[in-house]
């Protein structure tokens, strides 16, 4: 049998290509000679990068500003001219400075370096994960690092950050990027907020990342203000679309500014990596991810995973940190069985300091269901 393993990664334990290659080495004790093929996948948030390149894609190192301004070192995956960025290993929650939220002063502008440097390089396709960002800035960073300018009502260059954007009275986009004119740019992201109001992105994800009440609504009118100054500059008023409150307000900018196209981040990705080519002649895919419970079935990698897999009719197992969901709701998900780590271990700390050898031990389990007797196909 050939399997097909497209697990995302299991938080704080396993990578996406940790998990593949358990996987892999479990079905290779239990099942000797089964041809498994590892294609590690990401949902447009962390990990996006790290599938690209388990896929093939070349990094490419690239030194950026990370959320709060301090230097990181990221990258961009590259190949064809087609460039993937993460915006989460820039400008996410993980490259804050001793993981201290900073709602307000937190920009994408690191994001826009590295698309900056992709364009440079001659990438004439870009794909930006958008997932896990620490900003609430509109995108409005993104922009200034490709170029635009920001200005408030005496004519100085406006700070970063969503906070600053207060001030913010005109965008100036002479010097954008030339290779924007030509370059695709589509955006992986699975949310459908607006930008502004009480489904906006400070509303509903600025508490995520440390903003109190008052702080929301200064950061739901900075955003105001930004739309405005987008509007005057571009002509389009893009601030009420589906999508715009992605990663606090990036989703926006990259409409408006950078006539980027959204698209579902996992059928995008999984687009990118080869998964529906890797499809032919497989009898099983396995995928997974952390835990399995209702926001798998909302875009998640692994529903994501599954209803391409049933679309070639081919079946689709599950293993999991610990799955919540019931067998119909895995069933409405394409997902014939899951099988998770609490079902060896019940204690919790040890499924995630000890992931790795129960992963591979629990893929005996998913072997003898589906390689060697059918009667435990069931067995979750």
Request: aromatic share 2%; net charge negative.
């Amino acid at each position: 049998m050939r399997v097909v393993v497209a697990p995302d990664k299991f938080k704080g334990s396993l990578t996406a290509a940790q998990v593949a290659a358990r996987v892999a080495a479990g079905l290779a004790r239990a099942a000797p000679g089964v041809d498994v093929v590892q294609l590690p996948v990401a949902d447009g948030g962390d990990g996006t990068l790290e599938a690209a390149v388990s896929a093939g894609y070349r990094r490419v190192p690239v030194p950026a500003e990370g959320p709060t301004g301090d230097l990181v070192d990221t990258a961009y995956a590259e190949r064809d001219g087609v460039a993937v960025v993460e915006l989460a290993d820039v400008s996410g929650l993980g490259r804050l400075p001793g993981g201290r939220l900073a709602a307000s002063a937190a920009s994408s502008y690191g994001t826009g370096q590295v698309i900056r440097a992709a364009l440079a390089a001659g990438c004439r396709r870009v794909v930006l994960g958008i997932g896990g960002s620490a900003c609430t800035d509109g995108g409005a960073g993104m922009v200034q690092a490709l170029g635009g300018r920001l200005a408030d009502a005496r004519g100085d260059e406006v700070g970063r950050g969503g906070g600053a954007l207060g001030a913010v009275r005109s965008l100036d986009l002479a010097g954008l990027h030339p290779g924007l004119s030509s370059a695709d740019v589509v955006v992986a992201g699975d949310v459908d907020n607006p930008l502004l109001g009480p489904r906006g992105a400070a509303a509903v994800y600025g508490p995520q990342k440390g903003a109190s009440p008052a702080e929301v609504a200064r950061l739901d009118a900075a955003l105001g203000r930004w739309a405005d100054a987008v509007r005057r500059a571009t002509g389009l008023d893009l601030a009420g679309m589906p999508g715009a409150g992605a990663a606090g307000g990036v989703g926006f900018a990259a409409m408006a500014v950078l006539g980027a196209t959204l698209q579902p981040g996992i059928e995008l990705i999984l687009e990118l990596v080869g998964f529906p080519a890797a499809l032919s002649g497989a009898g099983l895919v396995i995928t997974g991810e952390g835990s399995l419970d209702r926001q798998t079935l909302h875009g998640k990698a692994p529903a994501g995973v599954a209803a391409t897999a049933r679309s070639a009719g081919i079946p689709v197992v599950a293993v999991a940190g610990r799955s919540l969901l019931s067998p119909a709701d895995l069933e409405a998900a394409g997902i014939q069985a899951a099988y998770a780590l609490t079902d060896l271990e019940p204690d919790l700390d040890r499924c995630m300091t000890e992931a790795g050898p129960l992963l591979e031990r629990l893929v005996a389990k998913v072997a003898r269901g589906w390689m060697t007797d059918p009667q435990e196909a069931t067995t979750r």
